[in-house]
């Protein structure tokens, strides 16, 4: 192998050293970024599919966002253990999408698939910098119609509204219980919000995001 070709290599080495180096850096004020590449054994990212129209919903005049995967490894025993018994933790990866309002950091928004009663349904959660919840909508789903007009409906999601990653979610004291046909999809849906907003406080570094 010639020089040049041995240099060549190095400086390809390098770049990509420095790329990952790039990657890895905590984004502003918030999360631990890691690489975006795919992890094998991971479940996909679920597809955020209206981002314009739920930050409409979620943050009114929010402007832009910007996707990070953080990882969940260091923070992986604290999840757990806020979970509870028979809590499970999905990936070791979290997909946030960061969302602005001109130069201002207006939230985060976290998309999940989760399986319901009739199949799966995907959930959006709008988180604000405090750890609060601003709103959560159902953008896709497999549900009846007697399951779907609770589930859906703006007044049963209405009441995730201020929830934090220390709120219960409990059916019937938390959030209101449903009727019969919805209520197997709803305390998974509550189950799946829950464990997204604990894994959002407990990813953080200490003092950039709420540890609610």
């Known amino acids: 192998m010639s020089g040049a070709v041995r240099a060549a290599?190095?400086?390809?080495?390098?770049?990509?050293?420095a790329a990952?180096?790039?990657?890895?850096?905590?984004?502003?004020?918030?999360?631990?970024?890691?690489?975006?590449?795919?992890?094998?054994?991971?479940?996909a990212m679920c597809p955020w599919r209206a981002p314009r129209e739920d930050m409409a919903a979620l943050f009114p005049d929010a402007d832009r966002w910007q996707t990070e995967t953080v990882s969940l490894a260091r923070a992986r025993r604290s999840i757990?253990?806020?979970?509870?018994?028979?809590?499970?933790?999905?990936?070791n990866t979290l997909y946030v999408h960061r969302v602005f309002r001109g130069p201002r950091h207006a939230g985060f928004v976290m998309v999940r698939r989760f399986a319901g009663g009739h199949g799966g349904v995907e959930v959006v959660v709008g988180v604000d910098p405090d750890g609060r919840v601003a709103g959560v909508r159902v953008q896709r789903h497999r549900e009846p119609p007697?399951?779907?007009?609770?589930?859906?409906?703006?007044?049963?999601l209405d009441h995730f509204r201020g929830k934090?990653?220390?709120?219960?979610?409990?059916?019937?004291?938390?959030?209101?219980?449903p009727s019969e046909p919805a209520t197997a999809t709803a305390e998974a849906l509550a189950r799946t919000v829950r464990s997204l907003l604990i894994e959002l406080a407990e990813s953080a570094p200490?003092?950039?995001t709420p540890h609610q």
């Open 20 to 43: 990952a180096w790039v990657l890895s850096r905590p984004a502003g004020d918030a999360l631990e970024v890691v690489d975006v590449r795919p992890i094998p054994g991971e479940p």
């Open 9 to 17: 290599l190095a400086g390809l080495v390098a770049a990509g050293a």
């Open 80 to 91: 757990l253990a806020r979970l509870g018994p028979g809590g499970q933790i999905e990936s």
């Open 164 to 177: 934090t990653a220390s709120s219960a979610l409990r059916i019937g004291s938390d959030l209101p219980a």
């Open 206 to 208: 200490a003092g950039q």
């Open 146 to 156: 007697s399951a779907a007009r609770v589930l859906a409906r703006p007044g049963w």
